[in-house]
T-cell receptor, first 115, second 113 residues
Framework: AQKVTQAQTEISVVEKEDVTLDCVYE???????LFWYKQPPSGELVFLIR??????QNEISGRYSWNFQKSTSSFNFTITASQVVDSAVYFC????????????FGTGTSLTVIP | DAGITQSPRHKVTETGTPVTLRCHQT?????MYWYRQDPGHGLRLIHY???????DKGEVSDGYSVSRSKTEDFLLTLESATSSQTSVYFC????????????FGQGTRLTVV
């Protein structure tokens, strides 16, 4: 069975602080992909990044970085120098080879950046 | 932006009435999904489709049915709406391969009174 856990339900930080959103996954498949999506207050879901199970290199994109560690089954997301526009719900998701090509989503972390 | 639209965007309906939500795509993607989003539960899969007339249940399918008679349209029907089905519903589309991202519609806010 596939499972994604985002233990942090809500996080509040003051602007310019760094924040890390945790994502832990479970799967028996050896080949899989992990994703992060952002849902700002306007409600749409925006794709941020994907990572395959064979690529453990960390990725940095501007103020965003992702740390993938197979040893701990984690794919954590760090925002450096947070800004008010980062306030959103962030979802981690797992994709494995199956009939429906479906995502297995975590329950999301609601991030509030306080000015 | 991916071509995916949901209709209606908002709907208020009475308990016991049937309701149909429509998802339309212009991307010719094989996979289509219906999710519901509720506080504390994230996105939960209701039904999905992997081709025309090929559908299957997700984790919260009770009380819902779907149909896909052509590639571009995926309909979600609440046969007899209940208050527990008050939610925000998202449709998503995805190309083949587990490496592809999903594109989401803008959501439908459904209120059952």
């Amino acid at each position: 069975a596939q499972k994604v856990t985002q233990a942090q339900t809500e996080i509040s930080v003051v602007e310019k602080e760094d924040v890390t959103l945790d994502c832990v996954y479970e799967t028996r498949d050896t080949t899989y992909y992990l994703f992060w999506y952002k849902q700002p207050p306007s409600g749409e879901l925006v794709f941020l990044i994907r990572r395959n199970s064979f690529d453990e290199q960390n990725e940095i994109s501007g103020r965003y970085s992702w740390n993938f560690q197979k040893s701990t089954s984690s794919f954590n997301f760090t925002i450096t120098a947070s800004q008010v526009v980062d306030s959103a719900v962030y979802f981690c998701a797992l994709s494995v080879p199956d009939t429906g090509n479906q995502f297995y989503f975590g329950t999301g972390t609601s991030l509030t950046v306080i000015p | 932006d991916a071509g995916i639209t949901q209709s209606p965007r908002h709907k208020v309906t009475e308990t016991g009435t049937p309701v149909t939500l429509r998802c339309h795509q212009t991307e010719n993607h094989r996979y289509m999904y219906w999710y519901r989003q509720d506080p504390g539960h994230g996105l939960r899969l209701i039904h999905y489709s992997y081709g025309v007339k090929d559908t299957d249940k997700g984790e919260v399918s009770d009380g819902y049915s779907v149909s896909r008679s052509k590639t571009e349209d995926f309909l979600l029907t609440l046969e007899s709406a209940t208050s527990s089905q008050t939610s925000v519903y998202f449709c998503a589309i995805r190309g083949p391969g587990m490496n592809t991202e999903a594109f989401f519609g803008q959501g439908t806010r459904l209120t059952v009174v």
